[in-house]
């Protein structure tokens, strides 16, 4: 069979594997990772299956980026404002210990494997991928704060555990031992962090401010497709970090391009990211399950003893669960101080807004006011930032939860196959970061679920997320209600029109035909065509109003998404009615 058929029935078939094993996994309560990678290791078992050579370059430059692309999007930027530090501990101090305990361990267990060789595996095995545990938190319904957490780290880690990586890697080549100027590793890693956070934001205005002005929906799919490619080549170019440009690009995007670009056409857009990444996440999975047999194939038949391998694998698995468990009160520690010293700071600048409004709240100075506003508009946001704190503290019930959801996945198998292959020990590495990796995954992904239930977390405290909501619509409504009667010329039409939607703001379901207030066509053409412009100023009012009331932080990510969605489809529904 030539090999772009068998490359096409493979492609098909692994496809409908997915689909079919995430559907029953759903069934019976499993995550769908760990269920496909336990298929790929029995489809691999199957005598006559093809042996496959993995690309690294493939999943570390075609897969990852849209991957990491399509989660940033879904990252509320409020909530990651509020929890980077917690994330930067997570994905750069713990990445980086990890990475050098775990070389240690390699170097210490495994001869003929040099330290900074053996720190470029620590690098390849340190970072956790959260995609299996971000699905079983959603699904067992953990407290937003955790799954926010996890969704960051897993967003940044990467970042931290390649540039690592790269580092250790032309330190193990060059054969210059540790030699190398330490400066030197943090500048270049100063310049690949700045250099991607620029680019990255660079990225993702341009394509929100491109994608505002695109009308045809194919072209704006094919602008959302390409985005993360040109973050993450362009950061390459220059020596950053395309990982983290193509993160920043996906929170600009995620974020601002919620109130500037057509309704339709982030809703087409989210359903193809969710199409790509449901297929492309998993099918990684698959090939994770597929590939370990050939990889303990070929150890077996080396010159290691594949029993020492897998040892080595296994105590590295252990030392970095106990790592990550043992830093959590740590963690757990500092975030409680922090909150108390937001508490202490906060209580100090509402003195202070006190006294600058005693002292100047009479004057009659343009800029003394706009000042005023600036301040009061931050201690406002701090104030809901010490009451968030307060709301989502973490105990130690959920410190456990975020130590075991430290699962690898798809870079840590990617980046393996970076490691130099003319190294004698080669295939062993490769080995060890497959056995971290199913280590990780399987054991902990399973007993996850058994943890979330008998420690019995806070769920999502629904009566708050509905008063929320109700508030928040409440004050939307005002804002549209406003805006239609500053829109409205007096005219009988237009007080016929404003009628009719200060009715349906309420409602938001009736359908177009119901508008119609009799009279001949032309004049119930024309009040339809009225209506249609009033409520486009109602909506561009509501959004406008969402987006300030999103960056000052006073409502939970779920309530402004819930309410931007039901903007959503009234936009798509106005659109549909005007033939746009």
Known sequence: MPPLEQLTIMAAAAVVIVGFVSHFASRIGVAAPLA?????????????????ELEPELILTVVLPPLLYAAALQVPFVELRRNLRVIGFLSVVLVVVSAAVAGLVVHALLGGVGLALAIALGAVVSPPDAVAAISLGKRLGLPPRIVTILEGEGLVNDATALVLLSTALSIATAD??????????????????????????????????????????????????VVPFVAFLAAEQIAASGVVAV????????????????????????????????????????????????????????????????????????????????????LLWSIRARAGTLARRQSVAVDRMAAADERFGAVDDARIRSRLDRFRGIVDRNQHDVTAERDGALGWRDGVVLGMAGMRGVVTIAAAQTLPGDHPLYESLVLIAFVVAIATLLPQGLLLPVVVRRLRLARDVDVSERAQLARLAGRLQEVG?????????????????????RRRIDERAADAAAMAGGGDDEARIALLRRIGELQRAEIDAERAALDVERRRGEFSSEAIAAVLQALDDQEIRLERMQGD
Do not use: C, K
């Not at 989210?270 to 199409?275: E, I």
């Open 247 to 330: 993160v920043v690009a996906g929170i600009v995007v995620g974020n601002g391009g919620a109130y500037r670009i057509r309704a339709a056409h982030r809703r087409a857009e989210g359903v193809n990211w969710r199409t790509f990444t449901m297929l492309v996440e998993n099918g990684v999975f698959l090939l994770m399950g597929y590939l370990l047999p050939p990889v303990v194939l070929h150890v077996a038949q080396g010159q290691e003893s594949l029993g020492l391998v897998l040892g080595v694998g296994l105590v590295l698995t252990l030392v970095l669960i106990a790592l990550r468990l043992a830093v959590m009160p740590l």
């Open 176 to 225: 210059q031992g540790l030699a190398l100027d330490g400066w030197d590793v943090v500048r270049d890693f100063a310049w690949a962090v700045a250099g991607a956070l620029v680019l990255g934001w660079l990225a993702g205005t341009a394509a929100v401010r491109l994608r505002a002005r695109v009308r045809d929906s194919v072209l704006d799919t094919a602008v959302s497709l």
């Open 36 to 52: 496909l990678v336990v298929v790929g290791i029995a489809l691999a078992v199957i005598p006559g299956t093809p042996e496959i």
């Open 481 to 501: 209600a406003a805006a239609i009667e500053e829109a409205a010329d007096g005219s009988e039409l237009d007080r016929r029109a404003a009628a009719t939607l």
